[in-house]
């Protein structure tokens, strides 16, 4: 079985703070995990990937996510926040040889001046 | 990256009415496609799994006969509603994955609004 935590429905920063957008998984298998990114009305966009190499993974748009296998977190991160990067954001996994992906309920991130 | 295209982005049907959604991998061939519904402010939920030539593996809770699902080709997955009711609008989307592939690639969803 496999599933995705997300904590915090809503986060909100201002422009140039750190962006934390916190991802906690379970999986009976080694995992492969995922950021989505969403705008309005879109469908989704890989921000990065987590494939069991390197344990910090970075992505488009400045963003990065480290693997602890030992919190089993895969928390997104990026260090100063621009206007453009309010949009909904979804981690998911998926477990070794499964086909699916499952998604966390997702994390609103807003971007104040 | 891999392009998927979903057609059409919006539409707006009459109940009782059927309404067809494309789904298009691009510029690679899709051994596995995947269908989505998302309402408002809320996740992704799978629907159904669908590999080429193959029936379509739904979801629990999901109907088979009111979500028709046809992935006839390597490049193109159709899902059909069937007697839209206002309760099926919704938010879809579609995925697409080449198998042995971590990645699946999404299509840009498709607003149905039934009125």
């Known amino acids: 079985a496999q599933s995705v935590t997300q904590l915090g429905s809503h986060v909100s920063v201002s422009e140039g703070a750190l962006v934390l957008l916190r991802c906690n998984y379970s999986s009976s298998v080694p995992p492969y995990l995922f950021w989505y990114v969403q705008y309005p009305n879109q469908g989704l966009q890989l921000l990065l990937k987590?494939?069991?190499?390197?344990?910090l993974v970075k992505g488009i748009n400045g963003f990065e996510a480290e693997f602890k296998k030992s919190e089993t977190s895969f928390h997104l991160t990026k260090p100063s926040a621009h206007m453009s990067d309010a949009a909904e954001y979804f981690c998911?996994?998926?477990?070794?040889?499964?086909?699916?992906?499952?998604f966390g309920t997702g994390t609103r991130l807003q971007v104040m001046l | 990256g891999a392009v998927v295209s979903q057609h059409p982005s919006r539409v707006i049907c009459k109940s009782g009415t059927s309404v067809k959604i494309e789904c298009r991998s691009l510029?690679?061939?899709?051994?596995?496609m995947f269908w989505y519904r998302q309402f408002p402010k809320q996740s992704l939920m799978l629907m159904a799994t669908s590999n080429e030539g193959s029936k379509a593996t739904y979801e629990q809770g999901v109907e088979k006969d009111k979500f028709l699902i046809n992935h006839a080709s390597l490049t193109l997955s159709t899902l059909t509603v069937t007697s839209a009711h206002p309760e099926d609008s919704s938010f879809y989307i579609c995925?697409?994955?080449?198998?042995?592939?971590?990645?699946?690639?999404f299509g840009q969803g498709t607003r149905l609004t039934v009125v």
């Open positions: 998911a996994v998926r477990s070794g040889t499964a086909s699916k992906l499952t």
């Open positions: 987590y494939t069991s190499a390197a344990t």
């Open positions: 995925s697409a994955r080449v198998e042995g592939n971590t990645e699946a690639f």
């Open positions: 510029d690679f061939q899709a051994t596995t």
